[in-house]
């Protein structure tokens, strides 16, 4: 699978909002969306038109995709699956997103980015209901546990997440308390945190 090497700034910058992607300097004056709030490329700063109806359903898909870090094989197999499912397909769309377990490893605090927490699990430091789990597209469920490994607890880079995070609010459908966490529920849409109109994502893929 093809994996994105550029500056991720120029994604936020692409989109015209903050994406989260740097970790702690998205939070500072360092961040790239505040000091350039114009697209990348010579054509950045041009005059443009009204956006088309499929540019807006296309940036909102864009958005969406890169706030997670996933590629467009995985977002659509995302969709496809929230299609099939009962309820709002553009909820369950996010929400199966955000039941990820390095999207979960994020917003526990153990991982300044999506792109760190990914990391993170890859290399085998978390387990699920006391179990190893090393692969980053986990789909957690109500009621499971995520804590990190024994024996990763003591190494410099978890201790160093685990202070940075420690003040980082967790969201109202999961549970901290020091090395676990738990998913309390499935999260309705007025708990999950993505700049986006996500029936745009529905409309652009429903064509």
């Given amino acids: 699978m093809a994996r994105y090497t550029d500056p991720v700034c120029k994604l936020c910058r692409r989109e015209g909002q903050k994406l989260f992607l740097k970790g702690d300097r998205c939070y500072t ?53 929230a299609a099939r ?9 996010l929400q199966l997103c955000e039941s990820r377990l390095d999207n979960v ?14 990391q993170l699990v890859a290399h085998g430091h978390f387990q699920v209901g006391g179990k190893k789990v090393d692969i980053p597209s ?7 546990v995520v804590s990190i490994k024994e024996k990763s607890r003591e190494s410099v880079k978890i201790k160093q997440v685990l202070e940075s995070g420690a003040a980082r609010p967790v969201p109202a459908w999961l549970e901290r308390d020091a090395y676990e966490g738990k998913v309390l529920e499935l999260p309705a849409r007025d708990m999950i945190y993505v700049p986006v109109e996500e029936h745009l994502i529905v409309e652009f893929y429903s064509k």
């Fill in 29 to 81: 004056g360092k961040c790239s969306v505040e000091r350039r709030s114009y697209a990348p490329g010579q054509h950045g700063q041009s005059r443009r038109n009204k956006p088309s109806e499929y540019s807006l359903q296309l940036r909102a898909k864009q958005t969406a995709r890169r706030y997670y870090g996933l590629s467009e094989s995985q977002f659509h197999k995302y969709y496809e699956i």
């Fill in 85 to 93: 499912a009962q309820g709002v397909t553009g909820d369950k769309l």
């Fill in 105 to 118: 490893v994020y917003l526990l605090g153990w991982g300044s980015s999506r792109a760190e927490a990914r």
């Fill in 138 to 144: 986990y789909l957690t469920r109500p009621g499971e």
